[in-house]
C-alpha cells in the first residue's frame, strides 16, 4: 500500500525502474536511466547486471554519476573493460538484453534523433550519437525516454533506426538482432508501445491526471489509442523510500532535495555509531 505522496518525476523514474527484470543485462545512460536502475537492484531486480558504455560493468549505482566514465561507479563493480570491448564482446555478440536511450525527436515508427535540431550542417546540435546506433541495433529490446523532446513526422537527421519505415522493414533489412528495437516510450505524458504487425506507436497509458486530447496535442500524426488503456504503474513504498535515499534531487525542488541530502547523510552516520557501538 501506497502511503507517501509522489512527484511527477517520481512516477516517471519508478516506472522506467520496472522496465529492469531480474537478470537482465541492461546499458544505461546518465541522469534518468542510472536513477531507475539504481531503484530497481534495491527493490525488485537485485540480479540484474547494470552497465555504461564506458566499460563499468555490473556495478550497483551508490551516487549518480556525472559521466560514463565516472570512478564512483566502481565501488563495488564486477569487473571492467574498455569501450571497444563494450560494443564487439557485449553488445555485438547478444548479450545485450536492454539498452536505455533518452530521445530528442521521434517518429511513429521510433527512429529518433538525438543529434541536431534541423537540417544538418548548419542546425543546432543536441548531442553526438554516442553509442545510440549500436544499442539500438543490437539490443533485445530498446526502452526509451523523453523529457522536452519532441514528436515530429519526419525526422530531419536520423541518429538510431527504429522501425525504419514500419512493419518488417527492419526485419527485412537483416542488420539488426531479430527481434530487437524500440519495446517502450515513456514519457511525462503517457506510455507509448509499438503495434506487433505495423510496427506503429500507439498510447498505452496515460500519466496520471492527463487526457487523450494533451497527448495528441503534441504528436503530428493520426496517433492510435489503446483500445483498454492501461494503469500507469503505482510505485510501492519501497521504491518511493529507494529512489529519494538515493536522488533527492531527482524527486523534489533544488532546496528541499538539499536539505533530504544532509538529513539522509545524517542517518547513515548515526547507524554506523550504532552499529560500532553495538559491535
Request: charged content about 20%.
Amino acid at each position: 500500500m501506497l502511503t507517501k505522496k509522489i512527484t511527477r518525476q517520481e512516477l516517471l523514474i519508478i516506472a522506467a525502474s520496472r522496465q529492469i527484470q531480474n537478470g537482465d543485462v541492461s546499458i544505461l545512460g546518465i541522469g534518468l536511466p542510472i536513477i531507475a536502475g539504481a531503484v530497481a537492484k534495491k527493490t525488485h531486480a537485485p540480479e540484474a547486471v547494470l552497465m555504461m558504455e564506458s566499460g563499468i560493468c555490473d556495478f550497483e549505482p551508490r551516487v549518480l554519476p556525472m559521466h560514463v566514465a565516472d570512478a564512483s561507479a566502481t565501488r563495488g563493480y564486477g569487473y571492467a573493460t574498455d569501450l571497444f570491448s563494450v560494443f564487439s564482446t557485449i553488445t555485438y555478440a547478444g548479450y545485450l538484453d536492454k539498452a536505455f536511450l533518452g530521445v530528442g525527436q521521434i517518429d511513429k515508427f521510433g527512429n529518433i534523433n538525438t543529434s541536431y535540431l534541423g537540417t544538418p550542417p548548419g542546425a543546432p546540435r543536441i548531442s553526438a550519437a554516442g553509442g545510440a546506433p549500436e544499442f539500438y541495433a543490437y539490443a533485445k529490446k530498446t526502452i526509451l525516454t523523453m523529457k522536452g523532446g519532441q514528436f515530429v513526422e519526419k525526422l530531419p537527421y536520423l541518429t538510431s533506426p527504429g522501425y525504419l519505415g514500419g512493419g518488417s522493414q527492419r526485419e527485412d533489412s537483416g542488420r539488426y538482432t531479430p527481434g530487437s528495437g524500440p519495446s517502450v516510450l515513456l514519457t511525462s505524458k503517457g506510455i507509448f508501445k509499438f503495434d506487433e504487425e505495423t510496427r506503429e506507436m500507439y498510447l498505452a497509458a496515460l500519466f496520471p491526471g492527463v487526457c487523450v486530447d494533451t497527448v495528441k496535442a503534441d504528436v503530428p500524426w493520426d496517433l492510435k489509442i489503446a483500445d483498454t488503456l492501461e494503469s500507469f504503474p503505482v510505485p510501492t513504498d519501497e521504491e518511493i523510500r529507494a529512489l529519494r535515499e538515493f536522488s533527492p534531487r531527482a524527486s523534489f525542488p533544488s532546496p528541499v532535495a538539499v536539505q533530504l541530502v544532509f538529513e539522509n547523510f545524517k542517518r547513515k552516520i548515526a547507524a554506523k555509531k550504532a552499529a560500532r557501538k553495538a559491535g
